[in-house]
C-alpha cells in the first residue's frame, strides 16, 4: 500500500526516481542541443537579447510579461497583417466574383449570339436560295423579253429609223414573235399572249403604214440595186395587207408607173438566169399576182373609161413582159383575157359615150319602137355618122401605128375606115375619110 501524508497519498521511490529521470533526460536534451545550428533558437536569443539587456532580478522576473506583451504586440501585428491580407482576399474575390459574372454574362451572350447566328445563318440560306430562285427568273425573264419581246433597238429601228434591211429584218422578227405566240397559249398563258399578239400586231400596222409610204415615194424612183432590192421587199411584205399594197397612184396620161416597169424589169432579170421551170412559176406569181391586185386598187379611183384604158395599158405591158419567157401559158392566156374584157369595157363605155355626145340616144330610141314610125329620124340626124366615120378612122390609125405598141392591132380594129364608110352607106361624097 502507497503511504500518505497529511490526507494525501506521499510520493514513493519508484515515482522519484521517474521524475528524475525525465529531468536527466531533459537536461541531457539541452546539453545535447546545438544551438550554432538552430536557427530558430538563434533567432529566438537575439529578440531576447534586444529586450532583455540587463540580467537582473527585475528583469528576469519581468521576463514573462515582456514576452507575453511582445508575443500579443506579435499577434496585433500579425492580425492587423493577416485583415490586410483578409481585405486583399476579399477584394480578390469580389474580383473573381465580377469576372464570373462578367464570364457568365459573356457566356450568356454567347449562347444568345449562337441562337442569333443560328437564325441569321439560316436566313442567309434561305436569302441565298431565294436569291438564285430571283436570278434563275431573271434569267428565263430576260429569255423570255428576248424571245416574245423587241429590244429598244428595234423598236427605234420599226418608229424611227430609215426603210432598210435592218428594218425588215425586225419586221420578220415581229411576225415570228406573232407566231410563236400561240406557244404560250397551248401552255396556258392565254392573256399574255394574247397581249403580245396585240403589242406585235400594233408594231406591223404602223410599220406596214410607214412602210406603204415609203414605197409610194420610191416606186417611181428606182435607180440603185439596193433600192430596187428594198422595193422588192417591201412589195412582198405589202401582201400582207392588200389595202395597202398600191404602187402608186395613175398619172394623168393614163400610163404605167414607174413603179410597175421597175417590177417587170425586176422580173426579167429573174427569169434571165435562167432558173429551174418549177421555180418560174413562183417567182412569176409572187410579182405578177400582186402587181395585177395593186394597179386594180389604184385604178379604182377612175372613171369606168379612164380605168379601162389604164388597166389595158398595164395588162399590155405585162403580157409584153410575160411573152418573153417560155412556162407561160397559163399567164397569157389570163392576161389576154383580161385584155379583152377592158377592151369590151372601153368599147362599151365609148360607144356609149358617142351616143350621148353625138345625141344619138333619141334615135336609138326611135329604132327600138315596135311598129316603126314613119320617117320618124331627120335627115339632118344622120350626118352624125359621119362624125361617128371620122372618129373610127383616127382610131384605127391610132391601133395600126406601130409606136403605139399593140401585138396585134388587126385582131382589135379588123375593118378598114372605108369598110366603115361602106357599112354606113356614107359613100365617097362625104370628103370626111379621105387619105
Known sequence: ??????????????????????????VNKLLDVRIENDKDALTALKDLHGFFSVNSLHSRRSLRSQIEKRSIVINQDFLEEFRKVKERLDLIYQNVNDMNDAVNSMSSQLSATKAQTHQ??????????????????EQVAKAFLKTFQLSETEVQILRAGEVSVEFFDVLERVAKIHKDSNTLVTSGGQTLALEIMEQMSIYQETALEKL??????????????TSNKLFSLAMAKLQDRPTLFKISVPP??????????????LLRALLSAPPPPSYVDKIVNAIIEPLIQAINVSASRLSTAEMAVYLLNCLHLILNTVTLFEFMDEWLERLQAQCDAQIDTLTSEQASSLVANLNLSPMYTILQENPRREAAIQPTALNTFVVIIAIYKQLHEYVHDPKCGYSNP???????PSQIVAILGGGSSSGVVRD
Open 410 to 416: 388587126q385582131a382589135l380594129l379588123p375593118r378598114d
Open 1 to 26: 500500500m502507497t503511504p500518505t501524508v497529511n490526507g494525501a497519498t506521499a510520493p514513493t521511490s519508484s515515482d522519484s526516481g521517474d521524475k528524475a529521470n525525465n529531468v536527466s533526460k531533459r
Open 120 to 137: 441569321l445563318i439560316e436566313q442567309t440560306s434561305k436569302l441565298q436560295a431565294e436569291n438564285n430562285k430571283l436570278a434563275m427568273k
Open 252 to 265: 394623168a396620161g393614163l400610163t404605167p408607173s414607174s413603179g410597175i416597169e421597175s417590177l417587170l424589169a
Open 212 to 225: 406603204y409610204r415609203w414605197a409610194q415615194v420610191h416606186c417611181k424612183n428606182i435607180d440603185s440595186p
